[in-house]
């Protein structure tokens, strides 16, 4: 009995580490553990994208929406990128002549204005940009009424510098030429400075400095695309001229349809005897410009034809050319259906 006993202790701890379950069970568990628990760091580590897919938080289409929307607004970005670089080409082919700003009066209270209602947000620029645009448009459109069906000749113009002085001047505006007489085969175009007087800049109320500043730069680009017969034309003419576009662009007096005079009973008549038809002469500019807004009206065109006969000539003959009547008839007619001046309102101011 005592064998049988000592033979099965002997022999028990052999056999317990394979008929024991729970022994074994626990074992098996324990590697399988530790093995998965490897094979998920090693992935997190070399797979974010793998580590999203099983994040069960994970939204595919949520996802696709973030770089949907980040790709749209780079598209927004690109076109308005184009659209900004299309506006500044427009803008600086639209400038066909070099534009200069200078202001020689800084430390003044003028100077100080100017700068910063025309100069520091490049107003001053537009402005002569504009005017100019007004001016060429009508000088140089085609001939509607057929008689020409030639293009009319532009100047050359190659620089505008405007410039605020450090003194007034007898008038708003006063243009020089720098090569004015200048041509032949070298000869690149016109150079020009337009002074503007401080006095322009120094009214408090702003919305009238800049209907006086406008209206003095319109004047003057007027003057400045005009011909003038190679400097042999009547300057009171040529001013006068000016003067037209000038109120054609809504600075100045307004007449009725027809009508040229001042409505003081006949005061601003033409005279036409002397100064063999040259009824010009002696004239201010705004008068000269009353008359030709009637020759227009006459004879639609006028002013264009007139300013491209004086391109490169002028003789006293010229305008009588231009209207087809001598100008002793012009003037009679012209007496026999003066008007009345409507008079300036408050929205119609005279620069």
């Not at 293009?151 to 190659?158: A, F, G, L, V, W």
């Not at 050319?321 to 012009?330: A, D, Q, R, T, Y």
């Amino acid at each position: 009995m005592e064998n049988n006993n000592s033979k099965y202790s002997l022999l028990q701890p052999l056999i317990t580490p394979i008929s024991s379950p729970s022994t074994s069970t626990y074992s098996t568990t324990t590697t399988t553990t530790t093995t998965t628990t490897t094979v998920t760091d090693t992935d997190a580590t070399s797979s974010t994208c793998s580590s999203s897919l099983l994040d069960p938080n994970y939204d595919p289409f949520t996802n696709s929406r973030v770089i949907s929307t980040t790709n749209f607004i780079f598209r927004i970005l690109l076109v308005f990128l184009a659209a900004c670089i299309s506006i500044w080409a427009n803008y600086e082919a639209s400038r066909t002549f070099d534009i200069t700003i200078v202001n020689d009066s800084k430390d003044s209270q003028a100077g100080k204005l100017f700068d910063l209602f025309y100069v520091s947000n490049d107003k001053a620029t537009r402005i002569v940009l504009n005017t100019s645009s007004f001016v060429e448009h009508f000088l140089y459109q085609n001939d509607s009424s057929g008689s020409n069906n030639k293009p009319y000749t532009k100047k050359n113009i190659q620089s505008v510098t405007l410039r605020l002085v450090d003194r007034n001047l007898a008038a708003a505006a006063v243009i020089a030429a720098e090569n004015h007489h200048a041509s032949g085969k070298y000869f690149k175009g016109y150079n020009y400075v337009i002074d503007i007087s401080p006095m322009l800049i120094e009214d408090k109320d702003h919305n009238n400095m800049t209907f006086m500043v406008v209206g003095a730069l319109q004047r003057a680009m007027a003057r400045i695309w005009l011909w003038d017969g190679g400097s042999r034309a009547p300057p009171r003419l040529v001013d006068g001229m000016a003067e037209y576009i000038v109120e054609l662009a809504g600075f100045g007096q307004k007449t009725v349809s027809g009508g040229c005079g001042g409505g003081d009973g006949g005061s601003n008549l033409l005279n036409c005897n002397g100064h063999g038809g040259s009824w010009w002469e002696d004239k201010e500019p705004k008068e000269v410009a009353q008359y030709l807004h009637y020759y227009e009206n006459y004879k639609k065109g006028f002013i264009q034809r007139l300013n491209e006969a004086m391109r490169d000539t002028w003789h006293d003959r010229m305008v009588d050319e231009v209207l087809g009547l001598p100008s002793m008839k012009i003037c009679g007619l012209y007496n026999a259906s003066v008007g009345s001046v409507v008079s300036s309102s408050p929205e119609t101011r005279s620069v």
